[in-house]
């Protein structure tokens, strides 16, 4: 398969940790990425490789992987950190790229 | 800082070709390390990856659509475009270039443009 799920949306209180999830056999063989994409804005790299974060990203958001799972995690969520996530990787191909469909998050 | 900016017409009529170009700064598009790629995203919705191009011109395409897409790249400008053929109202999106980095089992997708919409209408 070359696509990647993810939850449509998911909601923490203040302060609290999240984690989302994208599954997809692609992840056997390749990390995802993540982007953070906030409304009217394009969307910015949180995570990439295993867990690299690139500069100005808060060590708050991590990533991991096991399996055909990838997750993103938000530890002590912030206000700021309400937005839409997409992971992304590689096809099993190598050749192609496949987005998941992406996961609202709402601090409560 | 790299930085990209897409340039084109917001407005394109069905069944014509919508032609847009990521100008890139920053870096040297012959320098032969990333990908550079376009993404759109419909208004509302995820986010589709359409394809890439290399510094020398190789390219690779999202299955779904091929068949109406090239990607051509111009080192001398440092840019590269993107046309779509026989375009329908579902074409409608924001449209991205980004450059794709890439290392053992991973690739990346940043900077990103700002993005540009395209709306298919007559």
């Known amino acids: 398969s070359s696509e990647l799920t993810q939850d449509p949306a998911v909601s923490v209180a203040l302060g609290q940790t999240v984690r989302i999830t994208c599954q997809g056999d692609s992840l056997r063989s390749y990390y995802a990425s993540w982007y953070q994409q906030k409304p009217g804005q394009a969307p910015i790299l949180v995570i990439y490789?295993?867990?690299n974060r690139p500069s100005g990203i808060p060590d708050r958001i991590s990533g991991s992987s096991s399996g055909n799972t990838a997750s993103l995690t938000i530890t002590g969520a912030q206000a700021e950190d309400e937005a839409d996530y997409y992971c992304?990787?590689?096809?099993?191909?190598?050749?192609?790229?496949?987005f998941g469909g992406g996961t609202k998050v709402t601090v409560l | 800082q790299v930085q990209l900016q897409e340039s084109g017409p917001g407005l394109v009529k069905p069944s014509q070709t919508l032609s847009l170009t990521c100008t890139v700064s920053g870096d040297s598009i012959s320098n032969g390390n990333y990908w550079w790629s376009w993404i759109r995203q419909p208004p509302g919705k995820g986010l589709e990856w359409i394809g890439y191009?290399?510094?020398?011109?190789?390219?690779y395409y999202n299955p779904s659509l091929t068949s109406r897409v090239a990607i051509s790249v111009d080192t001398s400008k440092n840019q590269f475009s993107l046309r779509l053929s026989s375009v329908t109202a579902a074409d409608t999106a924001v449209y991205y270039c980004?450059?794709?980095?890439?290392?053992?089992?991973?690739?990346?997708?940043?900077?990103w443009g700002q993005g540009t919409l395209v709306t298919v209408s007559s």
């Open positions: 980004a450059r794709d980095n890439w290392s053992y089992a991973a690739s990346w997708f940043g900077p």
């Open positions: 992304n990787s590689r096809d099993s191909s190598g050749n192609h790229v496949v």
């Open positions: 490789g295993k867990n």
């Open positions: 191009i290399s510094h020398s011109g190789s390219t």
